[in-house]
């Protein structure tokens, strides 16, 4: 409608007053309405239809409140915000993904999802790395995305669960828990890729057959360093080994349910064929047994139940990796931490089995047998991952070159930048260092003043993320303990800053959210919590 004289200056009589009883925003917003209406003519058509002093009424509209703080934005039309645009404070966030939390600017929320950003172009691969000190919330934030992972039809693969930390959480939502020296992990079971191969036929079952035999071999040939205390196999003993295990792949089981086991080959390995005399380069058994008497003395002992590789890998495997669950948890927290060649043993099982999973499954959604999946990868402390050998090294760098073409995001969590390089052999601490360079998407959380110098050499942090970084770590006050007092977060818990490895831009910082009806999913300190509560 338009305005009268009358109604002008009533509204202006009425915007003066109010314009001298307030400040701040309140102030400015009054002047900008009385220069408006000031160049007004009475016949304009200023409209003020549902014009109230809490705002615009109607669709849209509602009651607009002052600025508390200069990270506050209101978002509205020029119409229903007029005099308050261009925006004075920038942050992209795009609401893609997850949603992960809010904003630490300006408290939009936050979405981040690895494929969800590579589909859309803002990341060239789905590499995540998750970096920060322990007890800030790292795990809390892998919940989220492998949540919405799941929600979006993905399967989670924790292939080497330490804590664990994701066990509770992937089977509460469907998934499958497989307990390392509980659960027997056969290492010459054809397992998933031999699964598939029966459903196959032609060239793409021979190609799996390959790929079983190539796993099955690097299996054993992992044991048995690791079993040595990480003395490489030599080649006359690898040669004898890989003609050991393609005799056995051939020869029938006692019963079409059942695997050869490591028991069958070291009575292979004992009873010689022609073609494994020809391997060891021996003119008889003597010079065989001569040939193969460690190797043969590596196996027999992974046989024994006495000992906790026996007890983890000699027999049929207990619980086979299940495709068509949402999440599999590989969890390797009941083999003892002080024994490092059996924890390294299991972690590097858990990966080539995951990863064989995930080879059979692709090959049965090229041959039309299954629906196509895409398969996300968790490391948990990731210097113990790439502590277990050369062949979760080898599995983790050729994946974060070709993943976006196989279908699999990975997703990595450490507390410090020199994991990649410190927790491996010096020849392999390039090949290392260059996976993280290789993470498209980083998230940083609370870390120490020596981590964060060591961050400079790969991320170029703005002034304002450098505060950020020092105010997490910044106690505010310390007290007595209250048992009536509600318990106070550690300073920096849940807040990260994202940085893209393609942008030297300024990063998104955030803390993380956890919706009351999922807190059950995101307890990673429940053992804690429990003696807690018992001794309260």
Known sequence: MALTAEERDELIERFTRERQDASGIKRWWRG???????????????????????GVGGHGGGRVLPTR???????????????????????????????LGHHLIHQRPVHFDSLDWSNAGH???PVVIILASNGVGKSTLAARLMTYAIATGRC??????????????????????????????????????????LRLDGQAQEDLRANMLQSQIINMKTLIRLQRGNEPIGDVEGAILAEAIRELNSRPTQADDLDHELKHLDELLENPTPDMLYKAVARSHSDYHAAAHRLIGSVRAMVSPDSIFGRMFSGQTTTPLNLDAVGIDIDVSRVPEGDKDARSAAIALGWTESYAAVTAAHALSDAGKSRPRVFDLYLEELWQVLGAGDIVLDILNRESRTNRTKGTTITAMTHSVSDFAGSVDASQADTAQAIFEKCQARFYGRVGRRERERLMHYENFTDAEVSMFTSWGRAHGLHSSDPGREKRQAPGVGHFILKLSEDDGAGIPFKVHVPAAQRHLHRTSARLEAVTREAS
């Open 123 to 125: 990341i060239s691969a």
């Open 32 to 54: 900008q309405q009385l220069r408006r209406l000031a160049s007004a003519s009475t016949d304009s058509s200023v409209n003020t239809d549902g014009l109230t002093r809490r």
């Open 156 to 197: 989670v693969i924790a292939a080497a669960d330490i804590k664990p930390d994701h066990a509770e959480r992937l089977v509460r939502l469907g998934g499958q828990h497989i307990k390392c020296n509980v659960d027997i992990i056969n290492p010459l079971a054809p397992g998933a890729i031999g699964r598939a191969a």
């Open 69 to 99: 703080s200069p990270g506050v934005i209101i978002e509205g039309s020029t119409r229903q915000m007029p005099g308050l645009w261009p925006w004075t404070i920038g942050g992209d966030s795009p609401i893609i993904g997850a949603p």
